[in-house]
Every structure is written in C-alpha cells, then in structure tokens.
C-alpha cells in the first residue's frame, strides 16, 4: 500500500472548544504510539476527506506531515462520524515502524458471481468480511479478492481458500473458518414463489416503523395526536349509533295508543 500524505498542524484546543474547530472546517486529531505522549493535532476537514476518497481500508498508511515537520510514518487507527451528518469528527493515528510487522484486519473482496446463484436459484450468504493477517507496513493491502464463481449450492469457501503471497503475509484467522456460502432457497421463498406463479396474491406485510431521530420522534408525537383525534371521532360515532333516531318519539306514540286501547 503506498501512502497517503496528510497535513496537519498542532492543537491546543480541546474538550468543548473542539466543537468550534469543527464548525470552523477542522477536524480534531490525536496521535499514538512511537515511544511518545499522545499528540493533539488538527486536520483540514475537506483535505482529508479528498485523501481518503478512493479508499475502502480502514487502515490506511500515512505520511503526516505536522507543523512542517518531517513525516511521520502513521496508520489510519480509528474514525468516528456524526451519526446524522456522517461528517467526520475525530481521528485516531498510530505512529508505526516500518520494519516491525503488524496485525491487520483486512476486508474481503468477493469477485464473480456464484453458480449456485445464476443457474441453481441459490443465495450467496457471507459469514465473514474481513480477516486478520500479519504483515510489513509497506506490504498492507486495502482488500483480498476471494472467487467465488465456481460456488454451487451447499458450497462454501474457507480462509484457506484465499489465495495470498505466503512471504509477505501470515493468515491469522483460523484456515477452517468459513467465509462464504451458498445456501438454498428458504422454504418460505418457495412457497411465495408458487403462490405468484399460480396467481395467488401475496400477503400484505406490516411492519412497525422505527422512529429514529429527533423527527422521527416528533412524526411519531404527531401520529399519536392524530391517532387519539380518530379515536374520539369514532368514539362519538358510536355514542350516535347507540342513540338511533325516532325511538324516543316512538315510545310516546305507542304510551298513548296503548291507552285509547283500555
């Protein structure tokens, strides 16, 4: 993996004044490892996003450029987002050493489309999307492909199956543990199946809505109210239908007939 070049300068602020570099187009930063203190630093928000685009790792290898300093050889640690916004709002880098080997967990890539899939009616099913293998800083890979073309159904693919340079890179992840299936059709798949073809109409499916958010908690506020509204609409609907017209008049009329008749 050839490294990235980030800028970065040094920070003083932090706690509640992090938020204010934040809205001013920074992001905050720390930096581990290499024998020193924890470094506080900062990072241009939209330079940082532009060098991350085009990357799937989570782990990337940096050159961090701090203050106009020599470069720092640093990984990609940790990012956290706004849960909302998506945007990011903190970065953790490790200072590393470029002969020591490392444990990286590293994404999966499956390539091709199964047999079991295209010409048996089956579902790919992944069970795991990473593994863990050790290797130089320099030799780190963003992905390992995994074909998974000649899968029929019933099949399945282990970490053994993944083909990688055995001089640069040792598998951590146990060789029988399984990465990727395919399974059969569910039961209940079939018979939906049958029913459509047989022009039976599916059933109508309801589901509870979740209510993430602040206006998702409002939207649900607001369909109680709603709710509550119908409610008491139907409510005196019913006390009108319990009250049927002319039966007060009727008893009256039938009072006074009754005593004509004695």
């Not at 459509?196 to 939207?219: D, F, H, L, Q, W």
Request: charged fraction near 30%.
């Amino acid at each position: 993996m050839k490294a990235v070049k980030v800028v970065a300068q040094p920070r003083e602020v932090k706690g509640a004044g992090a938020r204010r570099l934040r809205r001013s187009g920074v992001v905050p930063a720390v930096v581990y490892g290499g024998g020193k203190k924890a470094r506080m630093i900062q990072l241009n928000a939209h330079d940082f996003d532009m060098a991350l685009k085009g990357h799937m790792s989570e782990h990337m290898l940096m050159d961090l450029e701090v203050g106009g300093d020599n470069p720092l050889k640093v990984l990609l640690k940790e990012i956290q987002q706004h849960p909302v916004s998506h945007k990011i709002i903190h970065v953790d880098f490790n200072e590393i050493s470029m002969t020591k080997k490392l444990r990286i967990e590293t994404p999966i890539k499956l390539v091709g489309e199964p047999f079991g899939v295209t010409q048996q009616g089956g579902i790919l099913e992944p069970i795991m999307r990473s593994i863990m293998v050790e290797c130089l800083p320099t030799d780190i890979m963003e992905s390992f492909a995994l074909d998974v073309s000649g899968l029929k159904i019933g099949e399945s693919l282990l970490a053994a199956n993944i083909e990688i340079d055995k001089t640069k890179y040792t598998i951590l992840t146990s060789p029988d543990q399984a990465i990727v299936k395919v399974s059969a059709p569910k039961a209940e798949e079939v018979v939906a199946a049958v029913a459509v073809e047989a022009g039976v109409g599916e059933p109508e499916v309801i589901t509870e809505k979740k209510v993430e958010g602040e206006e998702g908690s409002e939207g649900a506020e607001e369909g109680k109210k709603d709710g509550k509204k119908e409610a008491a609409k139907g409510g005196e609907g019913k006390k009108e239908a319990a009250k049927p017209e002319g039966k007060k008049e009727a008893k009256p009329e039938a009072k006074a007939e009754g005593k004509k008749a004695k």
